[in-house]
């Protein structure tokens, strides 16, 4: 008896401290130095409204905005179902769902050059990725373009300026944060109805 009752007061005080105390510790800290990145990383409105999460991507369908990676979350860019399709390479319905998008976005993007890029036609393994390589983002440049009645040059500053590059100079790859750089849109050119 004596053995169990050390051994539920060690796991109480373990539980207490590892499962109370140090989250809340942790947090706290967190929510001291980064506050932008404890609380999610929201994006906010000019009026404060909520716009969304620069960590989570979400569907832009209008052709004056830039368009993310396809998503598998849920119905499409749900956070409460993050996962991917757990379809693989020979599967009928994957090669079925990239031809469909591949098709897509060459007919929604004419003038376009070169292939898609991959990216824009697979979902990434969490479903909600919210970037997209430098090149996805140039390969939409002409649509957004003449959507906004805009030089395509002025739409390329706009991706060269929301380019993210290597973290640390070393890990990753250069990415456009599909949320960032649609909102730098809008403030260029004004919300696209």
């Known amino acids: ?3 169990i009752m050390i051994a539920v007061r060690v796991a109480l005080v373990t539980l207490v401290l590892t499962g109370i105390l140090y ?3 942790v947090t706290g800290v967190a929510k001291a ?6 609380n999610g990383s929201m994006i906010t ?3 404060g409204e909520f716009i969304g999460s620069e960590l989570i991507g979400q569907s832009f369908a209008k052709p004056s905005y830039f ?3 396809p998503s598998t979350a849920g119905n499409g860019y749900d956070a409460q179902s993050s996962g991917g399709s757990n379809l693989g390479p020979s599967s ?3 090669k079925d769902r990239i031809k469909m998008e591949t098709e897509r976005l060459l007919r ?3 003038d376009a050059e070169g292939s898609v890029p991959v990216e824009l036609v697979t979902a990434s393994a969490s479903g909600l990725d919210p970037h997209i390589s430098p090149e996805a983002a140039l390969w939409q440049i002409p649509r957004i373009a003449a ?3 805009a030089a395509p040059e002025q739409i390329r500053k706009i991706v060269k300026n929301a380019t993210e590059g290597r973290d640390l100079k070393l890990f990753g790859e250069p990415r456009v944060n599909v949320l960032l750089v649609n909102i730098a849109l809008d403030r260029q050119f004004g919300k696209a109805l």
Do not use: C, D, I, Y
């Open 108 to 110: 929604e993007n004419p």
């Open 92 to 94: 009928v319905k994957l």
């Open 23 to 25: 989250p809340f510790a």
């Open 1 to 3: 008896m004596k053995n």
């Open 147 to 149: 959507s906004r009645k």
């Open 67 to 69: 368009q993310p990676r």
């Open 45 to 47: 409105g000019e009026k």
């Open 33 to 38: 130095l980064f506050p932008h990145k404890a």
